[in-house]
């Protein structure tokens, strides 16, 4: 069922695995990694900079490289990463009417990491300059100016050695979680980074305008929550005002289940409905994958997950 290779310097090797294998996703600014355990043995012989891949069921699950190794008397523990982990690299960009999608490709391109599918993002960044900071918060500040201008959410994250964009609307799933593939749970809300009042500032050569967007009925139950924020000559505060507030002044709702039955289809940034009652609460709706830990074991595959409202 699970298919391990890793491309060594001296030969192809497929190591036997000890208890397990996981492989750990992240919606945003992580790479995805895989981290299992072998046997001491002299036909091990592979090393930090090997190229990994792993299939189960004869599906492709994770492709990448292995960045560290720990060894002990009887056991080697091996970690790997996928391409995402190349956008820890620090750089400066200075671009201009750009799309958050093309600025992918363009530090892909510069980079050398292999493409996939790569929506387009629609939105156009007027100008950007990105000093010193990292190709993963470049790529972020671009999908979060997105998100903020035109309200639609993009989700980074490598396909089987292939960097790959898609509109999360895209990444819905038909799983259905309830109490019959579930074992333990737990449920948070939180308004910490909620905000029902917007300030967005438009700085010009002569003056500071000021807009602001707000919901003064969330403000009589939660008090003042501000969010602030600047625009260019080229953005709409107004638009800006009104999404931000669209976005921010809700709950947050965080979602923790373990020991759910094992499917390949959920990656972070995937959804799909939840229909359990907890209680007090009881939950019947879509719900986002902000991470995921998938557990393969000898003819058992379970997921450990972290869910967020689909709204």
Same mark, same amino acid.
């Given at each position: 069922?699970?298919?391990?290779?890793i491309f060594a310097?001296?030969?192809v090797?497929?190591?036997?695995?000890?208890?397990?294998? %996981?492989w750990?996703?992240e919606?945003?600014?992580?790479?995805?990694?895989?981290?299992? /355990?072998?046997?001491?043995?002299?036909?091990?012989?592979?090393?930090?900079?090997?190229?990994?891949?792993?299939? #189960?069921?004869?599906?492709?699950?994770f492709?990448?490289?292995?960045?560290?190794? *720990?060894?002990?008397?009887?056991?080697?523990?091996?970690?790997? #990463?996928? +391409?995402? =982990? #190349?956008?820890?690299?620090? !750089?400066?960009? !200075?671009?201009?009417?750009?799309?958050? $999608?093309?600025?992918?490709?363009m530090?892909?391109?510069?980079?050398?990491?292999?493409?996939g599918e790569?929506?387009?993002?629609?939105?156009?960044?007027?100008?950007?300059l990105e000093? &010193?900071?990292s190709?993963?918060?470049?790529?972020?500040?671009?999908?979060?100016?997105?998100?903020?201008?035109?309200?639609?959410?993009?989700?980074?994250?490598?396909?089987?050695? /292939?960097?790959?964009? *898609?509109?999360?609307?895209?990444?819905?799933?038909?799983?259905?979680?309830?109490?019959?593939?579930?074992?333990n749970?737990? @449920? *948070?809300t $939180?308004?910490?980074? $909620?905000?029902?009042?917007i300030?967005?500032? *438009? $700085?010009?050569?002569?003056?500071?305008?000021? @807009?602001?967007?707000?919901d003064?009925?969330?403000?009589?139950?939660? &008090?003042?929550?501000?969010h @602030?924020?600047?625009?260019?000559?080229k953005?709409?505060?107004?638009?800006?005002? +009104?999404?931000?507030?669209?976005? #921010?002044?809700?709950?947050?709702?965080?979602f923790?289940i /373990?020991?759910?039955?094992?499917?390949?289809?959920?990656?972070?940034?995937?959804?799909?409905?939840?229909?359990?009652?907890?209680?007090?609460?009881?939950?019947?709706? /879509?719900?986002?994958? %902000?991470?995921?830990?998938?557990i393969?074991?000898f003819?058992?595959?379970?997921? %450990?997950?972290?869910?967020?409202? =689909?709204?």
């Amino acid at each position: 069922m699970c298919e391990l290779v890793i491309f060594a310097q001296k030969g192809v090797v497929s190591p036997a695995i000890v208890d397990r294998i %996981e492989w750990t996703t992240e919606r945003v600014g992580v790479a995805g990694k895989l981290t299992f /355990k072998t046997i001491f043995d002299e036909n091990n012989t592979f090393e930090e900079g090997d190229v990994i891949q792993f299939k #189960y069921n004869n599906t492709p699950i994770f492709k990448g490289v292995i960045f560290s190794i *720990k060894r002990d008397k009887d056991l080697i523990s091996v970690t790997a #990463y996928d +391409q995402l =982990r #190349y956008l820890k690299n620090i !750089d400066v960009y !200075d671009y201009r009417n750009k799309r958050a $999608s093309e600025v992918i490709k363009m530090l892909a391109n510069d980079f050398n990491l292999n493409l996939g599918e790569i929506e387009d993002t629609k939105f156009i960044i007027p100008k950007r300059l990105e000093d &010193g900071v990292s190709l993963f918060d470049i790529i972020l500040t671009a999908l979060d100016l997105t998100l903020q201008n035109i309200k639609e959410l993009y989700v980074l994250y490598d396909d089987f050695g /292939k960097l790959s964009l *898609k509109n999360i609307k895209n990444m819905e799933t038909d799983i259905l979680i309830d109490e019959t593939n579930s074992e333990n749970f737990s @449920y *948070k809300t $939180s308004i910490d980074n $909620s905000a029902n009042q917007i300030k967005i500032v *438009k $700085s010009t050569d002569s003056k500071r305008e000021i @807009y602001i967007e707000k919901d003064s009925s969330s403000i009589n139950r939660w &008090g003042v929550l501000q969010h @602030y924020d600047t625009v260019n000559d080229k953005e709409n505060p107004i638009m800006k005002a +009104q999404s931000l507030l669209k976005i #921010y002044n809700r709950k947050q709702k965080n979602f923790t289940i /373990k020991n759910v039955i094992g499917n390949t289809k959920v990656r972070a940034g995937s959804s799909f409905f939840v229909k359990l009652n907890l209680g007090d609460i009881d939950i019947k709706n /879509k719900m986002i994958v %902000e991470k995921v830990k998938h557990i393969f074991k000898f003819q058992e595959h379970t997921m %450990e997950l972290t869910l967020k409202g =689909r709204d």
